[in-house]
């Protein structure tokens, strides 16, 4: 729309006296019937928001005595307030004005579309009388204040929010329905208009005249309209004001005229609206101007009135109560946020009012909660306050919040590590306490299960706790926990361990050849804290594992070690518990093995051993134990050379499980070629064989395609037994050119001379 102007030829002049004016309240109805089908299933209590946009109309017509109609006008606001003016000529006489009201309420939800609420226009006359042939001005100012929407059938109103332009909605489904059912209703209003009409007489005869009129309601943020209230209104950019007072309806109306030619208002200009202390500011914009009126609807939002707002006590901690005490206007709504000072109460708090709606004193007692998490510090308690009209205001205190330090619960930052004896002694344990510490105790398990408490002491303070146990004296594993109490809980070690059977290294209550197997694995390894592997290898704790560790554990071999089982070297030779078999072949006084071992246990009848390099001979109950120290042998030299029955011997493989060993005497050995091992194998495989004369050797490994896919030729050798890894033919899962093949199954073929010997690899990574 062009940006217009009102233009007077002359100064402004005051309004004639004459006019005349009907105010009423009018209570506009409508009803509409709606359905809509059901576009999904719908179970009851389904909601349903949408808005009503608000349409209000004025039919205005004015009917001479004989009842024809000289003038009309029709009036229509988007909202809930029109505010219009009309000029136009008049005859001297009496004259009567018909009303016609309405409201419409339009849902903009498209399953609602075209269920406008919209009832008859509600009709009202009243009549004037001109007092002078001229120019007249008709003033239509109504407000729709209250709206009363009622829902039944298969909806009902759940929820109506504040009356504007629109008004917010929630209906709600009354029962379930299904997906294309029909959903039926009855939706009704009650709307509440006040409203004033005015004709005033502005210009006798011929004088043309251009008016500008500023119409309005002045109302409570309740909606209740203030009758008789004296408003100011003011053009400032045009220096122009006058007073008015609102009407029963709470319209006030302020009407600038003057002769043409004179700048009344453009767009841009403020008009301010004020009552008491109050005042509104509003902006003209080109409609307004170009209908020459403007209406500016003043709304009161007072401030509650609050004499006296105490708390006590200023400095709190959890626990204590503070008390409120509030003076003010009555019947105020009072809400407390207290969740700066207690993590507790994250909602506002209601305090009453003593005297309901009468007293104006408002007292409360609330708790901080035991349990409140709040950190120290000034904190912030926060008072919203409401009136009955809707106005709100807010004050703050400032509380201190000081709870003591917490105490701090106790923690075991070090303790003494696992310990072993040799002998039966008294050993001290401690333990490293931080935090808030009460006592701290100790509980000894013995090996046959008796339980013993025991306090420790702190003597210089510093937070090591120490105690002497009693004598150890009793063979086996002995198991400590520390308990350290405070007034912030308790905490508990881990379980400490004290051997006093060190021998038998691997705690299985017996010692046994798996023990005489773990020093075998460790020997020479150097050893200075529990940490290190080796740890509990290292026997009579000199700090490394040497011959003297394993002539402790041949000492007390076979021994049963406090309550525990019989070992497991005791079980299989009882009978049980070996995962496989070998064999070994005799020649000349020396034990070929077919696998690598790291121990072998022989018969007394063996005594006489000549001891080898890199292999210990240690003495048991009833024999002799072989041990590889450091690593695992493939022979052994025997002195003088001895018949050794099938059946005498066991020993115990790379992988720590026992094997028995078939022991076989060969003066001349027999060509041929067993099985490889590993098979299945990850790396490499040995292919033994064994030959009693002087020949060629050599193997060839094929795929399953047939394609050859390695040759390894040994040349003639001298005839023997080649079956320990040092002499077997080796091949290391590679080609002819030195690649690495893929996992899978392989064929060999070993050539002894003029014998062939076949068998399958199983290559597996």
């Known amino acids: 729309m062009p940006r217009t102007a009102l233009f007077i030829t002359a100064t402004l002049v005051a309004a004639l006296a004459w006019s005349a004016s009907d105010v009423n309240r009018i209570e506009v109805k409508g009803e509409t019937t709606g359905e809509f089908t059901s576009p999904f299933m719908i179970p009851q209590g389904f909601v349903f928001p949408f808005s009503y946009n608000i349409t209000t109309q004025a039919n205005i017509s004015i009917l001479d005595p004989n009842g024809r109609e000289v003038q009309s006008f029709k009036f229509e606001a988007k909202g809930i307030s029109i505010g219009e003016h009309k000029s136009f000529q008049l005859k001297k006489g009496d004259y009567t004005v018909r009303e016609l009201y309405s409201v419409t309420a339009s849902p903009d939800n498209p399953l609602f579309q075209g269920q406008d609420l919209k009832g008859e226009p509600q009709r009202y006359e009243w009549s004037f009388t001109a007092s002078d042939d001229g120019t007249y001005d008709l003033s239509i100012s109504a407000v729709l204040t209250k709206l009363i929407l009622t829902v039944s059938g298969d909806l009902e109103l759940k929820e109506i929010g504040e009356l504007g332009e629109s008004i917010s909605v929630q209906l709600a489904t009354t029962r379930n329905i299904g997906a294309g059912e029909k959903i039926k209703y009855t939706a009704g209003y009650t709307a509440t208009l006040s409203k004033t009409s005015t004709v005033e007489l502005i210009s006798k005869g011929e004088e043309k005249i251009i008016t500008f009129i500023v119409t309005g309601a002045v109302k409570e943020k309740d909606g209740t309209v203030i009758p008789n209230a004296e408003v100011t209104v003011e053009l400032p950019s045009k220096s122009l004001l006058q007073t008015a007072l609102t009407d029963e309806g709470g319209i006030y109306k302020a009407i600038f005229s003057a002769p043409e030619g004179t700048v009344l208002a453009e767009p841009g200009d403020t008009v301010k609206v004020s009552y008491g202390n109050f005042t509104q500011s509003y902006t003209l914009d080109d409609e307004d101007v170009s209908r020459a009126r403007a209406v500016v609807n003043l709304t009161l939002e007072r401030e509650p009135q609050i004499i006296l707002l105490t708390v006590s006590p200023e400095k709190v901690k959890n626990g204590d109560t503070i008390s409120i005490t509030i003076i003010g206007d009555p019947g105020l709504t009072v809400k407390v946020d207290l969740s700066q000072l207690d993590s507790t109460k994250p909602d506002p708090i209601a305090i009453p009012e003593l005297i309901p709606g009468q007293s104006g004193m408002y007292l409360g007692e609330l708790e901080i909660s035991p349990e409140n998490s709040r950190e120290n510090g000034i904190k912030v308690i926060r008072f919203d306050i409401t009136d009955k009209f809707g106005n709100s205001t807010s004050r703050t205190v400032k509380v201190e919040l000081e709870n003591p330090a917490p105490a701090e619960p106790p923690v075991i930052a070090e303790t ?350």
């Open 416 to 765: 003494v590590g696992p310990m072993k004896i040799i002998s039966p002694a008294s050993l001290t344990i401690w333990a490293k306490v931080e935090g808030d510490v009460t006592s701290v105790n100790a509980t000894l398990i013995s090996p046959s299960g008796e339980e013993k408490k025991i306090e420790l002491s702190d003597p210089d303070g510093d937070g090591r706790y120490e105690a002497e146990l009693p004598v150890l004296d009793e063979s086996g594993l002995y198991r400590v926990t520390i308990l350290a109490s405070g007034v912030g809980g308790e905490v508990k070690s881990g379980e400490i361990k004290i051997n006093t059977a060190p021998w038998d290294i691997n705690s299985d209550g017996g010692v046994d050849i798996f023990d005489l197997v773990m020093i075998g694995k460790n020997y020479g390894r150097k050893v200075s804290s529990p940490q290190d592997k080796a740890w509990r290898v290292d026997v009579n704790s000199d700090g490394k594992v040497d011959i003297l560790d394993l002539v402790l554990v041949g000492k007390h071999y076979g021994e049963r070690i406090g309550a525990g089982a019989p070992s497991s070297a005791m079980y299989i030779r009882g009978g049980g518990g070996y995962s496989g078999k070998i064999q070994a072949r005799l020649r000349d006084g020396e034990l070929h093995l077919q696998m690598p071992l790291w121990a072998l246990i022989m018969p007394n009848s063996y005594r006489d051993i000549h001891v080898q390099s890199r292999i210990a001979w240690i003495e048991i109950p009833n024999g002799m134990v072989a041990i590889g120290l450091g690593l695992p042998f493939e022979t052994l030299k025997l002195h003088p050379p001895l018949r050794i029955l099938e059946g005498d011997l066991m020993g115990i493989g790379m992988d720590g499980k026992p094997v028995r060993i078939e022991v076989i005497r060969e003066d001349r050995l027999k060509t041929r070629a067993p099985a490889n091992y590993p098979n299945p194998f990850n790396l490499e495989t040995w292919t033994p064989f064994e030959i009693g004369d002087e020949v060629e050797v050599k193997i060839l490994i094929y795929g399953m395609n047939g394609r050859l896919v390695r040759e390894i030729d040994l040349g003639r050798l001298p005839p023997g037994s080649y079956t320990d890894r040092s002499k077997a033919v080796r091949w290391d899962g590679r080609n002819q050119e030195g690649e690495t093949v893929s996992s899978g199954v392989y064929i060999y073929r070993i050539t002894l001379g003029r014998r062939e010997f076949t068998g399958k690899m199983f290559l597996m990574k």
